[in-house]
């Protein structure tokens, strides 16, 4: 183990103590201001008992050995301060607001440039955002360009989408208009088996165009759930698609319901990947459950996407998703 710190650790150390932290420099300081007060005689009467007449003639040794053993003692502090949150992870948990989908987790260090996984929860609630949070979501990112034009034959032309945010509703997401077209959001982070996501999402528009996907990188595996009224009875209701490679068209593999979504319900839709690498997906709206599929998907990892997008069938959709949760 390093046990001696860098300048700009020490400091950093210094400013987000510990317990044991601060009760060191606070003796460090008083040890500090005593040899002070010896080196300017305020205390002189001190110096006439032995082991004080010790300390003032040699007051500059023991300031220095003072400064050593704190140096010392708060290099192994503040390493044992990072194991310990190596241990516990990047996420802070506030209070239960309710059902185990409306906690909210705020994520710490997360960067568009280095993505990371986690296997902690977390909870995106849009309804306390006011505008994308570009350090844990991302417009058309890299996996949801590999990804989201296969779901259509030919392949679609990614837009960008247009988003608002409303404390009541949620992130909006519009502006997604013609055929064989495509847009949404990627998340920056990756996550790997086991985990579950669920999302709640709600179509204002008459022609509803709801969609949660997860990918690989590469858009080579996943699962997209969409739902939507297409041109043709294959593409009106809720169904599953998945695809067989990189580059690959994301076939229909399970359809849930016939009956196209409805506009101003709120569906939750969740999909479970085991360690397996088995995909479960399932929509349910007020409670009840409108279908379930299971698919192979491999073990990732994998980036959360939602989006909305047209084929053959013209959509102009105008949807809302209320919050995201990662478990």
């Known amino acids: 183990m390093e046990l001696f710190l860098s300048p700009s650790e020490i400091w950093a150390t210094i400013k987000a103590p510990s317990s044991l932290g601060v009760v060191l420099l606070v003796v460090y300081f008083l040890g ?23 300390i003032f003639n040699h007051r500059i040794l023991c300031f220095a050995v003072l400064t050593a053993v704190l140096f010392l003692v708060l290099s192994i502090n503040a390493r044992l301060l990072t194991r310990g949150q190596m241990q516990t992870g990047n996420g802070t948990k506030t209070a239960d607001a309710g059902s185990d989908l409306e906690k909210r987790v705020i994520l710490n260090g997360s960067s568009p440039s280095a993505p990371t996984s986690t296997a902690q929860p977390h909870t995106f609630d849009f309804t306390h955002d006011t505008s994308l949070n570009t350090k844990l979501w991302t417009v058309n990112g890299p ?43 990627q998340s920056v982070q990756f996550f790997t088996p086991p985990f579950t996501v669920e999302a709640v999402g709600m179509s204002t528009s008459a022609r509803p165009g709801l969609a949660l996907t997860i990918s690989s990188q590469k858009g080579g595996s996943g699962v997209g ?22 580059g690959t068209y994301w076939n229909q593999v399970s359809k849930f319901t016939d009956t196209a979504p409805q506009a101003k319900v709120w569906y939750t839709i969740t999909v479970t990947v085991d360690a397996s690498g088995k995909a479960t997906a399932s929509v349910s709206a007020s409670g009840t459950n409108i279908g379930q599929a299971t698919t192979s998907v491999g073990t990732g990892p994998f980036y959360v996407i939602v989006s909305q997008g047209a084929g053959a069938g013209f959509q102009s959709p105008q949807n809302y998703w209320r919050l995201i949760a990662i478990h």
């Open 32 to 54: 500090v201001l005593f040899l002070l007060a010896v080196q300017h005689r305020l205390l002189e009467w001190l110096s006439t008992l032995p082991p004080m007449k010790w």
């Open 143 to 185: 996996v949801a360009s590999a990804a989201l034009p296969n779901f259509d034959s030919p392949p679609a032309a990614m837009v960008t989408p247009n988003l608002t945010f409303s404390p009541a509703l949620g992130l909006g997401m519009s502006g997604v208009n013609g055929t064989y077209v495509t847009g949404g959001i």
């Open 225 to 246: 759930i969409i739902g939507g009224q297409g041109y043709m009875q294959k593409w009106i209701g809720f169904w599953l698609q998945s695809p067989s490679g990189p």
